[in-house]
């Protein structure tokens, strides 16, 4: 292995002169740089970074733990992370907690998933990242399973209730109000909504968003028209059915993501009436497919990339130091309305 010590002989320099070189300081002409820099490249020489890590107590290295890979949101805020990574020549050490299967779909069962956070920040930490990014399944208080730890780590798509935890979410109940004003603009009064998840939170802010958009332009509440799904394709198509034959019938759906939004688009085709001629609707999450559906979603968009870029900018500078306090750090998105095909105007009442 090629050391300093063989570049300095080389270059007939002293070994302080090449660290200077190594490290870009000290006060080196630039003739002895170029002399120095030719040598390292003749000798084709590799620093020893574990053992430089070692010395600065700092690897540049960010541990990323994903409790799921295989949900939609991960790809696009890991994106970010590593796009920002790279600008700030930091290095990702990626781990898959595969929590929806391992947790059997149950990720608030703190007694199951704790053992599996702390064995996977332990190991991180072992690893001697410098922090940690954790991006949850599903937004929701991730408190009870996350153990205290001496680097910073800072939570995405979830967050917790400690001040000291920086969080960078997006804002759920602004995204339902401005989907629900949307449809208001475009004429229409009689507006379902299919939720997901009772216990979501999600699910709650968006209803708050709602029901705020409804209340605000002095428009009937009418609770038949308010169903609760369960985030799948076969529940928007059934509920919808379900909407469908309520003796005023709405017209228009806001169903709470892009699954469930196209299994209502599936029910209204079944039933004879046309999307959005008959039966406007709106989804959320801004999949792939809803770009390529017939008629093509209008939806909400998530600010996944967003995230994950503010997130690896956000924990390096709690590591260098330039953030010491996240009291005021709990970020939130505004969410972009997509318009495509599947929202009507209507005209009179």
Known sequence: MVTMKDIAERANVSVATVSYVLNESGNISEGTKRKVLQVIKELNYRPNLIAKSLKMQKTNTIGVIVEDM??????????????????????ILLTNMRLERRASNSPKNSDTVKPIVRRIIDDLISKKVDGIIYIGL?????????????????????????????????????????????????????????????????????????????????????????????????SGYSLTKELLTIKCLPTAILAMNDQMAV??????????????????????????????????????????????????????SLIGGSLTDCMELKTTFRCKLIERESVSTLTGD
């Not at 599903?138 to 935890?165: A, S």
């Not at 559906?293 to 997130?311: A, F, V």
Request: hydrophobic share 35%; net charge negative; aromatic share 12%.
């Open 138 to 234: 599903h937004p929701r208080d991730v408190t009870e399973i996350i153990p205290t730890i001496d680097i910073p780590i800072l939570f995405t798509y979830c967050y917790t209730t400690n001040d000291h935890h920086c969080s960078i979410n997006y804002d759920d109940e602004q995204a339902a109000y401005d989907a629900t004003n949307y449809f208001v603009s475009k004429g229409h009064k009689k507006i379902a909504l299919i939720s997901g998840h009772i216990d979501s939170m999600s699910s709650h802010s968006r209803y708050a968003g709602y029901y705020k958009s409804i209340k605000e332009h002095n428009l009937f509440f009418k609770p038949a028209y308010i169903k609760t799904g369960d985030w799948r394709f076969d």
């Open 263 to 316: 299994g209502a688009i599936r029910a209204c085709n079944d039933l004879g009436y046309k999307v959005p001629d008959d039966i406007s609707i709106i989804g959320f999450d801004n999949r792939e497919f809803s770009a390529y559906y017939s008629p093509r979603l209008t939806t909400m968009s998530l600010p996944l990339r967003k995230m994950g870029l503010l997130s690896i900018e956000t924990i390096n």
């Open 70 to 91: 295989t949900v939609f949101n991960a790809p696009a805020i890991i994106d970010g992370i590593n796009e920002n990574a790279e600008k700030l020549g930091l290095s």
